[in-house]
């Protein structure tokens, strides 16, 4: 079964193929919607051009022929080709992805329109930035210009027939002259990005020509990102993977695009295509043109993380469609044979269901087809209204009036080099930042110079404000009374809280001194002249840990104080660094402080206060299943802080353990089942997935005897159950079972089989049968006082400042809690075991959604224990989820450095030992 495209950190989820958003707001009140277009669109007969093969020709086969899929680099050669051979498309290379493929971006319009397409993108900008435009220039060059059409075909790459699809799109546009074409290209620009995801088309193609004929399983069973996964569309405010990047950076902000269509695919057995409207909720910091309140659209993908769509803060409307898929490129036919696939029940919404039961590659090529070529002639139509329309969202957010006026970062942060990634994201995202160049006041409070203001309004006032306010996802219910309908992704999202930077909203207008900043740059620490006694660093950045794997590569002892202690009048915190000044200390720490800002002192006394001395080259087993998601993420976390690490695999359960690893981390996802059984040998081959096939109950013991041994283990999220299970760790969960059943991926199939009017769907199965009528009471009317719902949001916790975990940490910060756990010791349990964090007895959400605070209340997230020679951490919560909040980073990092460490006295502190060099 494919992994179609639907979200969370769950791995095996099915994907949904979602949005051709209309975002017909934009669009004059009389004129038509993309829907409607989509049902009447005839198809014109290609007149060739003589000289280019058609793609039947160039593959072999039409793209779309069952059982055939054309692999990504020909796709790109034969665009290649068509760029030579007409005067209709520009191919360029625009960097390399994650594993070196090519990222390429095709522009196609009339010879005319490519011949002045700079003076096109001139437009564009001009019309991003009203505030040096009269309405009337806008008005000429709304009529000048032409609307860029951006489309990516494929981000999810087992969704494989919109990359088959564009082959023949972009055939017909480069040499067909029908009126559609014709229309196309003389009144707009296409910008198509052949695939968002060239890796995964790499990996899933090739994997299916690879197993053919073969019992193997013939979708790619690890994740088709090399760290994210399906999460490829999760990364639109963090722009963490050079794929989101590239697009950002070389198509987003450089053309300026009045819409991007984002193609995907969704499973067999769900309606044939979605095209938007979206349904509830969205975002509130969108804009209508028109400004026409109360108008209401429908249909299963809402619109409201910016994690998956970034163009609705810049401007566009995200047309999103979802195309049911198959079994890759083999047709899908319904088990209960002769029943029609999909839902069969008519709704204003679903006009005509689907009346056959067998659904081929070729039939979503067909799809994706019509419905790209329907958004194209629709934009081509009304060029003019769709650039006017552009340029009055942006004139809007420059005068924008409502609070709060701006927000202010100041200037003095715990983490300095956390702010400067906040505003370094920010600036990504085509924000501008002022910068005090001397104290002001603003909302009663003093701010120093070099406080950084953020003002609402200016043309992408919708993407700051969006990223630096706190989230209040609506309370949406299936029915009144009734369980919370699932959103389709996270609900909280706010920067500063998931990067620990603090950043007031002021809502009324002030004055301050203020320079526009060109570029943001980090604010650099100088390091002392080379100490006597040691370099101390406090434990508060999470950059620091980039430091403490310089210093290990380096072969640096490096140790952690404590307690909190006093040096010449200066106060430092548990957890200090105190690092012997060798000459190898000197320039990793001299780089370090200019790169991640955090204060060095030299002293020339050791500190008197006990301590540990971590482990030189500390070395991590990634306990990285194959398709896990969070095991991905991890994977690239690891490696931007030069952590020394490795994916552990089943070989390594023929040796000793502890001789390999020093710490092992269960990333959420890792359950008992995947580490006992993993992959099945019978379905993957051997000679490349043996790594990941499953230990068995033999190597479940050998995991336990690593921790007895000495080694350390963390688990995250709910591979906290695992490691429960695998230690008898004396605690419980907190939170009422109810959770788990409207978390995830069963809340989201759960939203799927809800019809547009829950309420009559839900007494219509009631009343079928007795049985049912139990089932929907079991299922849908959760009993309001034993609600726990929490699906993606930025809870409250307080931290134990002197407990090793939480060294670093303020006294309260928000976690990330998606779907997670919360614990309560048992007690009478002779392990040892401390709390690192908790919630707090009030205020617990932050940012987002929560149903049942009161279970939450007092309860313990981070704990530890003492397990034989070894040590344990779990994080309750997905402290690392998406490598999006970074300010409990230090949480992961001092469970990796931590666990393995020796303590030490305060004789010992600060030496350089035996084993180390100067
Ligand atoms: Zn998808």
């Known amino acids: ?175 067909e002259n029908s009126p559609q074409i014709r229309e196309i290209l ?24 690879k197993t053919k004929g073969t019992n193997y399983n013939r979708v790619y069973p690890d ?34 695009p009045i819409i991007t269509h984002d193609m995907h695919q969704k499973g067999p057995g769900e309606s044939r295509i979605f095209v938007p409207p979206f349904t509830d909720p969205h975002d509130v910091n969108f804009h209508l043109a028109e400004g026409k309140e109360g108008v209401a659209w429908l249909e299963n993908y809402d619109m409201w993380t910016p994690a998956r769509q970034y163009m609705i803060y810049h401007g566009q409307p995200r047309i999103l469609t979802e195309i049911a898929a198959s079994n890759l490129a083999d047709p899908y036919v319904n088990p209960r044979k002769g029943q029609p696939l999909g839902p069969q029940e008519a709704r204003w919404n679903f006009p005509v269901p689907y009346s056959k039961d067998t659904w081929t590659l070729g039939q979503q090529v067909d799809y994706g087809i019509i419905v790209a070529l329907a958004g194209m002639s629709h934009v081509a139509k009304y060029g003019r209204e769709w650039l006017y329309n552009f340029y009055r969202v942006h004139r809007d957010w420059v005068n924008y009036g409502k609070g709060p006026y701006a927000f202010v970062v100041p200037a003095a942060q715990r983490d300095p080099y956390a702010t400067y990634e906040m505003l370094d994201i920010l600036e990504f995202g085509d924000v501008e930042i002022h910068k005090a160049t001397a104290p002001f006041s603003a909302n009663g409070k003093q701010y120093a110079a070099g406080s950084w203001v953020i ?63 060109k570029t943001v740059t980090p604010v650099a620490a100088t390091a002392p002249s080379r100490p006597k006694g040691a370099y101390l660093v406090g434990p508060e950045s999470y950059g620091t840990f980039k430091m403490v794997t310089e210093l290990q590569k380096a072969n640096v002892p490096v140790f952690r104080a404590a307690k909190a202690f006093e040096l010449n009048g200066q106060k430092y915190a548990p957890g200090t660094y105190v690092i012997p000044p060798t000459a190898a200390a000197q320039k990793i720490v001299e780089k370090e402080a200019a790169e991640i800002g955090a204060p060095v002192s030299a002293v020339d006394r050791l500190p008197a206060v006990d301590g540990y001395k971590l482990k030189p080259n500390t070395k991590v087993g990634l306990w990285k299943g194959a398709g896990n998601m969070p095991g991905g993420w991890m994977m690239w976390i690891l490696e931007q802080y030069g952590v020394n690490h490795e994916i552990v695999k089943s070989q390594d359960f023929q040796g000793d353990l502890n001789a390999k690893y020093d710490v092992i981390l269960l990333p959420s996802g890792t359950s008992r089942a995947r580490i006992v059984n ?192 070894g040590y344990v951490v779990t994080y309750g919560s997905q402290i690392d989820f998406r490598a999006q909040p970074r300010a409990t980073f230090k949480l992961l990092f001092n469970g990796i450095f931590h666990g393995p460490s020796t303590p030490v006295t305060a004789a010992q502190m600060g030496k350089v030992g035996t084993t180390t060099n100067d």
């Open 1 to 175: 079964m494919v992994i179609f495209c639907r979200l969370k950190a769950f791995d095996t989820v099915a994907c949904a193929l979602t949005q051709l958003a209309a975002y017909t707001s934009r669009m004059r009140s009389t004129q038509k919607s993309l829907f409607p277009l989509v049902l009447v669109l005839l198809l014109a007969t290609p007149a060739l051009a003589q000289q280019v093969p058609a793609p039947e020709q160039y593959f072999g086969f039409k793209p779309g022929t069952d059982g055939e899929l054309a692999r990504y680099p020909k796709v790109l050669e034969y665009f290649q080709l068509l760029a030579k051979s007409t005067d209709r498309v520009k191919f360029e290379a625009l960097g390399k992805t994650t594993m070196g493929n090519s990222y390429a971006l095709l522009k196609i319009s009339s010879p005319q329109n490519l011949a002045r397409f700079d003076r096109l993108v001139e437009i564009n900008h001009r019309l991003a930035d009203p505030r040096t435009l009269s309405d009337a220039e806008a008005q000429k060059l709304a009529a000048e210009g032409k609307p860029f059409y951006l489309i990516y075909a494929t981000i999810h790459s087992t969704e494989v027939s919109n990359g088959q699809a564009i082959i023949q799109i972009v055939y017909r546009l480069a040499t």
């Open 223 to 256: 994740l088709y990102h090399k760290y994210v996964g399906h999460d490829d569309n999760r990364d639109w405010f963090m722009f963490t993977q050079k794929e989101t990047r590239l697009n950002v950076e070389l198509v987003q902000n450089k053309y300026k």
């Open 455 to 517: 003002k609402t309004a200016q043309p992408y006032g919708a993407f700051a404000k969006t990223m630096l306010e706190k989230q209040n996802y609506p309370d949406l219910r299936l029915f009144p009374g009734g369980p919370p309908e699932p959103p389709y992704d996270v609900t909280g999202h706010t920067l500063w809280m998931l990067m620990g930077v603090k950043v007031d909203a002021i809502d009324k207008p002030f004055d301050a001194p203020l320079e526009l900043l």
């Open 186 to 209: 003389d009144n707009s620009v296409v910008l198509m990005v052949p695939s968002q995801n060239p890796d995964g088309q790499h990996l899933v193609i090739d994997h299916w020509y």
């Open 678 to 869: 993993g992959l099945d040998p019978k379905r993957n081959d051997p000679a490349e997935w043996s790594w990941a096939f499953g230990v068995g109950e033999e190597g479940w013991k050998k995991l336990r005897a690593f921790v007895e041994n000495g080694g350390t283990l963390l688990a995250i999220g709910s591979a906290v159950e695992t490691a429960r299970e695998l230690l008898d760790l004396p605690i419980e969960k907190a939170l009422p079972e109810a959770a788990p059943r409207f978390g995830g991926a069963a809340a989201q199939q759960t939203a799927q089989q809800v019809p547009a009017s829950a309420v009559d769907r839900a007494l219509k199965d009631a009343f079928t049968s007795p049985a049912n009528l139990m089932q929907v009471l079991r299922d849908r009317v959760a009993e309001p006082e034993n609600l726990f719902y929490c699906p993606g949001s930025l809870l409250q916790n307080e931290f134990d400042p002197n407990h090793p975990i939480a060294w670093g940490m303020p006294e309260q910060w928000p976690v990330f809690f998606e779907s997670d756990q919360a614990y309560r010791l048992r007690p009478g349990f002779g392990m040892e075991a401390a709390v690192a964090s908790r919630y707090p007895r009030k205020d617990i959400l932050q940012s987002g959604w929560l149903l049942g605070e009161e279970y939450l209340r007092d309860q313990a997230n981070v704990l530890s224990f003492r397990v034989g020679k």
